[in-house]
């Protein structure tokens, strides 16, 4: 897969790959707080329509400014925009409609089960083996992540509404993982990010402009700041590192490091937002990590051969 040199990822080798990791799972992590933060002085589908609209311009803007090569078919073009509804208008839709409800460190964790489906589906659909260590590693993960989210349940912290939403979120972008990989679109990771975000944008518009009221939005300094990195950390950057794992790694051990969203979110939602973290909730990450690193070590085996073409 070609992709423009001035924002190309560097071909990944065994030394690079960890750092690719850590920085998506920092963006990835810090984007459920950075998108807390902007529903709340924001109404989320006005948010994300915006979102989505300026990350896409900005990228195309910059690509066309270059004078980069337009190497997309009309397929890879129609396969992109599929996965900017599935993987941004969805996605994002759900889970910011949730987010009003729930907070960021629980809609972070339920994200996280992301593994778990997607593992079952990579098996049928695409392939990926599917050995006894990545199933326990996946049960491990889906029960630390379980007891976490009984326990919010439990003490009523949460909406049941607001989770409803946020498991719809979860669906989607399991659903855009397996189509990435099923259908294979060629050409530049840039401009079909560009892509993506344009029909993420519009997917969402006239929803928002249907059940949304711009007077609701609070102007703010950091809904300034949130609104920023969910853009250029979030559309642009953390998707960018995003597809370009599912590229090298596999769906089944690139959605797995999903699975480091429920400590970075409650992390970053307690050091920013204040959100109370227990105990309990800490107890439930320790399946979590050995589930990670037994689903994700056969692919870091393999990491190493493996290349973009």
């Known amino acids: 897969m070609s992709v423009a040199p001035a924002v190309a990822i560097p071909r990944t080798r065994f030394n690079t790959l960890p750092l690719l990791i850590a920085l998506f799972c920092l963006l990835w992590s810090f984007a459920f707080v950075a998108g807390k933060i902007g529903v709340t002085d924001c109404p989320p589908l006005i948010l994300l329509a915006a979102r989505f609209s300026l990350a896409g311009v900005l990228i195309l803007a910059i690509s066309l400014l270059r004078g980069d090569r337009w190497d997309l078919t009309w397929r890879d073009v129609v396969v ?18 949730g987010l009003k409800t729930v907070s960021a460190g629980l809609g972070a964790l339920i994200v996280s089960a992301n593994p778990a489906f997607t593992a079952v589906l990579a098996a049928l659909f695409l392939g990926e083996a599917l050995t006894w260590r990545k199933v326990v590693g996946l049960l491990l993960g889906i029960a630390g992540v379980a007891f976490i989210v009984w326990h919010r349940m439990s003490v009523g912290s949460d909406s049941p509404h607001g989770i409803a939403f946020t498991l719809a979120s ?10 990435f990989k099923l259908l294979a679109p060629k050409g530049s990771l840039w401009i079909g990010n560009g892509i993506q975000n344009i029909a993420g944008g519009l997917a969402v518009m006239p929803f928002a402009f249907a059940f949304a009221d711009v007077g609701d939005i609070v102007p ?44 970075l979110g409650m992390l970053f939602a307690f050091l920013v937002l204040g959100e109370h973290v227990e105990f309990r909730d800490l107890l ?26």
Do not use: D, E, Q
């Open 170 to 179: 979860l669906a989607s972008i399991v659903a855009g993982t397996i189509l």
């Open 80 to 97: 992109f925009a599929v996965l900017g509804v599935a993987n941004n208008a969805l996605y994002l839709g759900l889970g910011y409609t």
């Open 284 to 309: 439930g990450i320790v399946p979590v990590a050995l589930g990670i690193y037994l689903v994700t070590r056969p692919a870091a085996a393999a990491s190493p051969t493996r290349s973009v073409t």
């Open 220 to 263: 703010s300094a950091r809904l300034a700041g949130a609104f920023a990195f969910l853009v250029l950390g979030g559309s642009i950057l953390a998707y960018l590192l995003w597809f370009h794992l599912l590229k090298v790694c596999g769906a089944t051990a690139a959605s797995a490091y999903h699975f480091l969203m429920p400590p």
